[in-house]
Each structure stands twice: as C-alpha cells, then as structure tokens.
C-alpha cells in the first residue's frame, strides 16, 4: 500500500474546515486533519509532500459542463461586438429575428451580450 502525506496547505473539505493536511493511502483519502497531528503520521507515510500553502480540494468535481454551453452558443444568437452587435437596439433586433424564424413554443437562446 503506497501512502502519501499532503501537509501545509489549505484543505478545503466539509469533514474539517481548518484541515492543513491529508492523508492518501492507495488513492483514497485516509486522514484529513491539522498540520501539527501530521507530524505523526510522516513516518508511515511513503511520500511527504509540503504543499506551500496551496489549496487542495479532495474529491471537487467539476460537475457543470462548459461543453454543453459551448453547444447551446452554437444554437444561439450571438450578440457579441465580434458579430456586428454593438447597441441595445442591433441586441434586440438580433433576437427579433431569431424569434421571428422560430416556432411558437421555442426559446431562443442568446450569448454574448455584455
């Protein structure tokens, strides 16, 4: 079983909000916890990794996906300045459009207005 000691950082984790260190046995989180309890698990750990003060987020999934947006954009009116949209009225007009060439119940769906 291989055993890595994370210590010194920011773990952000609901099971200890102050943790400083983790522990990781086999690729699954065995201890979370405060630096200075660390220091006795340093010993059986294989690999002992100071972490500066970075910030390590155990188990975060990026769940949303950015493709997905990517692909609705495509479906979409785009109202950036890139497209030639650089007022309020060439927005609306822009999305007048879209909806007068879409069917009754249909959204349209627009990007890029800021």
């Known amino acids: 079983m291989a055993s890595t000691l994370y210590r010194g950082g920011v773990i952000h984790s609901p099971a200890d909000p102050f943790a400083e260190a983790l522990l990781v046995d086999d690729g699954v989180i065995a201890w979370i916890g405060a630096d200075d ?3 006795g698990l340093a010993a059986r750990a294989d690999r ?4 500066d003060g970075a910030l390590v987020a155990p188990g975060f999934v990026d769940a949303h996906v950015h493709l997905f947006e990517v692909g609705l954009a ?3 009116v785009d109202l950036s300045a890139s497209a030639g949209v650089t007022s309020l009225a060439a927005a609306l007009d ?3 459009k879209a909806a007068a060439g879409a069917h009754a119940d249909d959204v349209v769906l627009a990007f890029g207005w800021d």
């Open 37 to 39: 309890t660390a220091d």
């Open 48 to 51: 002992v990794i100071d972490l």
């Open 74 to 76: 495509l479906a979409g």
């Open 94 to 96: 822009a999305v007048a």
